[in-house]
């Protein structure tokens, strides 16, 4: 077994050695409200928003974007188990702002090992055994973080699927800081009917 796995492993045990009552949850977030956020390792929702374990829905994704699947997660998060507020919450410092469609594209062409990066971009480690698949996927990459922020508010808000009453909040979390910063122009496009 690898060391990663042994600790994986070791952590639950310890885990559910103190899991008490909390396999009595209801399945809806008690405090009903969702967060779309990033991958990013930085960022604990738990903490920078104050949830304990059944408080909340986060929905996690390569920068906290307003894909297909996260607007797919955010209505079933509505419709069957009663959220009433969304957050979208990118971040500071984002790896998804550091290349373009087109780097990824070229970098999975030329190989499927994992890419370096330096003060002249991003590079591939070689070795071939590349895929064009890349080329039909969006990879969401984030050229402004507070527009970004904005074009996905504003992206679900006109979805068919989702109801003119959410409110849906736009903010950038400072990795420097843990801060939450608003981003006016999303909260008010994000604005409930």
Same mark, same amino acid.
């Given at each position: 077994?690898?060391? !990663?796995?042994?600790?994986?492993?070791?952590?639950?045990? =310890?885990?559910?050695?103190? @899991?008490?009552? $909390? /396999? $009595?949850?209801?399945?809806?977030?008690?405090?009903?409200?969702? !967060?779309?956020?990033?991958?990013?390792?930085?960022?604990?929702?738990? *903490?920078?928003?104050?949830?304990?374990?059944?408080?909340?829905? %986060? !929905?996690?994704?390569?920068?906290?974007?307003?894909?297909?699947?996260?607007?797919?997660?955010? %209505?079933?998060?509505? *419709?069957?188990?009663?959220?009433?507020? #969304? @957050?979208?919450?990118?971040?500071?410092?984002?790896g998804m702002e550091? @290349?373009?469609?087109?780097?990824?594209? $070229?970098?999975?062409?030329?190989s499927l090992k994992?890419?370096?990066?330096?003060?002249?971009? #991003?590079?591939?480690?070689? =070795?071939?055994? =590349?895929?064009?698949?890349?080329?039909?996927?969006? #990879?969401?990459?984030?050229?402004?973080?507070?527009?970004?922020?904005?074009?996905?508010?504003?992206?679900?808000?006109?979805?068919?699927?989702?109801?003119?009453? !959410?409110?849906?909040? /736009?903010?950038?979390?400072? %990795? *420097?800081t843990g801060k939450?910063?608003?981003?006016?122009?999303?909260?008010?496009?994000? *604005?409930?009917?």
């Amino acid at each position: 077994m690898s060391t !990663i796995l042994n600790e994986v492993l070791a952590a639950n045990a =310890g885990y559910t050695a103190d @899991f008490g009552d $909390k /396999g $009595k949850l209801p399945m809806p977030p008690g405090r009903r409200f969702a !967060i779309l956020t990033c991958m990013d390792a930085r960022l604990d929702p738990a *903490k920078y928003a104050g949830l304990a374990e059944g408080d909340a829905h %986060v !929905i996690r994704n390569a920068g906290g974007r307003a894909s297909d699947d996260a607007i797919r997660s955010l %209505v079933i998060s509505y *419709k069957l188990l009663g959220t009433r507020e #969304w @957050f979208v919450v990118h971040h500071t410092d984002c790896g998804m702002e550091t @290349f373009t469609d087109d780097v990824m594209r $070229k970098l999975l062409r030329s190989s499927l090992k994992t890419a370096s990066v330096d003060a002249s971009g #991003w590079h591939d480690a070689g =070795g071939g055994g =590349g895929s064009p698949e890349g080329e039909h996927i969006s #990879w969401l990459t984030i050229p402004n973080q507070e527009q970004s922020v904005l074009e996905d508010v504003q992206r679900i808000r006109t979805h068919p699927l989702v109801p003119r009453d !959410i409110p849906i909040y /736009g903010y950038i979390y400072d %990795v *420097k800081t843990g801060k939450l910063i608003e981003v006016p122009a999303a909260t008010q496009a994000g *604005k409930a009917a």
